[in-house]
Nanobody, 120 residues
């Protein structure tokens, strides 16, 4: 059984920073691309940033230069460092990971989400 658990959300003022973490656990053979998505109230879920197992990353245009994504493969953890936060960054942030489990099955997993609220 594989599980993704996110942490690090909260309430922050505009211009502030937060760091999100997502850790995978369970019967994992290999961990592929790890991605952060977000969903604002009344809007569709959107991709924010992703990182390969080799460390290559890409970002949604609106967060480029403000957000950074890193990962520690040994800890099966991905981080999203968010700086210069804006009210439009508010939403539930979800972690997604491509995982091959120990039975050889490949699928995409989702975490439960963590709330980020940017407000004065």
């Amino acid at each position: 059984q594989v599980q993704l658990v996110e942490s690090g959300g909260g309430l922050v003022q505009p211009g502030g920073s937060l760091r999100l973490e997502c850790t995978a656990s369970g019967s994992i053979r290999s961990l592929g691309v790890m991605t952060w998505y977000r969903q604002a109230p009344g809007k569709q879920r959107e991709r924010v940033a992703g990182i390969t197992s080799g460390g290559s990353s890409n970002f949604k245009d609106s967060v480029q230069g403000r957000f950074a994504i890193t990962r520690e493969n040994a800890k099966k953890t991905v981080y999203l460092q968010m700086n210069g936060l804006k009210p439009e960054d508010t939403g539930v942030y979800y972690c997604n990971a491509d995982i091959t489990d120990t039975s050889g099955q490949f699928r995409s997993y989702w975490g439960q989400g963590t709330q980020v609220t940017v407000s004065s």
